[in-house]
């Protein structure tokens, strides 16, 4: 085994040894980020069903009529997606003082940024199902499916972050050509939009886009259309590129990390 690699794994596993800890930090951080105010994390359920709200009541009549559901999956897709990239690309600058003043292993604020998207995802689940059951989305064995393309995407997200957290700390400015990326490919990604109902570059992206895989896997079997097979083969292979990157960038950066923050 190549010696990165075997430290790469010996940080995860010492990691996942303490779940307490990351779920607690994790859980610290949504509180913090609510403290003073009257619903607390209820407004990550607000924000996300005032946004999905918006987008339906414009363009639902000039779309299909499972078009509250189109937008609501590949919205919470989208938002879990935006999270994982752009709060990852500060994580090692926003965690500094633990990484300088302690010997927690990297992982733990990998895992600790990994279980604060999934709760703030938890929410916008919330909202989302509570739209299909409005929109009067039929429930079905396909739904499955769905569930599997949603763990595919939750599997993945931990080595993004290792991904991007280097990259952030490395490269300080690319925070900010993240998050303009980010806010332009929202507009490139089939969250509101439909291939062949647009045309132009958007449709471009449609096959191009990895994002459009990530929200396809989770969004087709609950539009009834089943597993995009297709779509789930790439996500599995850029997931498997990403976790190689991440074990290469722990292995071989880890130790460096301090010196660069």
Not at 14 to 38: K, N, Y
Not at 121 to 147: D, E, N, Q
Not at 169 to 195: C, E, H, K
Request: glycine share 8%; net charge neutral.
């Amino acid at each position: 085994m190549p010696a990165f690699l075997d430290r790469a794994l010996t940080d995860f596993g010492r990691g996942l040894a303490m779940p307490r800890v990351w779920l607690a930090l994790a859980a610290e951080d949504i509180s913090d980020q609510h403290r003073r105010t009257t619903l607390g994390p209820l407004w990550m359920l607000l924000s996300y069903l005032a946004f999905a709200g918006t987008f339906i009541f414009v363009f639902t009549a000039h779309t299909t009529p499972d078009y509250p559901a189109y937008v609501a999956t590949g919205l919470f897709v989208w938002f879990y997606l935006t999270d994982v990239v752009t709060l990852s690309v500060t994580l090692f600058e926003r965690e500094k003082s633990y990484i300088k003043g302690t010997t927690l292993p990297l992982s733990i604020y990998v895992l600790r940024l990994t279980a604060e998207t999934a709760m703030r995802a938890g929410y916008a689940l919330a909202g989302c199902l509570a739209i299909l059951w409005i929109a009067g989305t039929p429930v079905a064995a396909a739904w499955l499916w769905a569930v599997l393309g949603l763990a595919v995407v939750v599997a993945i997200a931990p080595a993004a972050i290792v991904v991007f957290a280097f990259l952030g700390a490395y490269f300080p400015d690319s925070q900010f050509i993240v998050a303009n990326l980010m806010r332009i490919g929202m507009f490139l990604t089939p969250i509101f939009w439909a291939p062949g109902a647009v045309g132009g570059l958007q449709d471009a992206f449609y096959a191009v886009n990895p994002f459009t895989h990530f929200i396809e896997i989770v969004r087709q079997p609950i539009l009834g259309h089943g597993l995009p097979t297709d779509s789930l083969g790439l996500c599995l292979a850029i997931g498997f590129g990403l976790w190689c990157l991440a074990a290469m960038c722990i292995g071989r950066l880890g130790k460096r990390i301090v010196l660069i923050l």
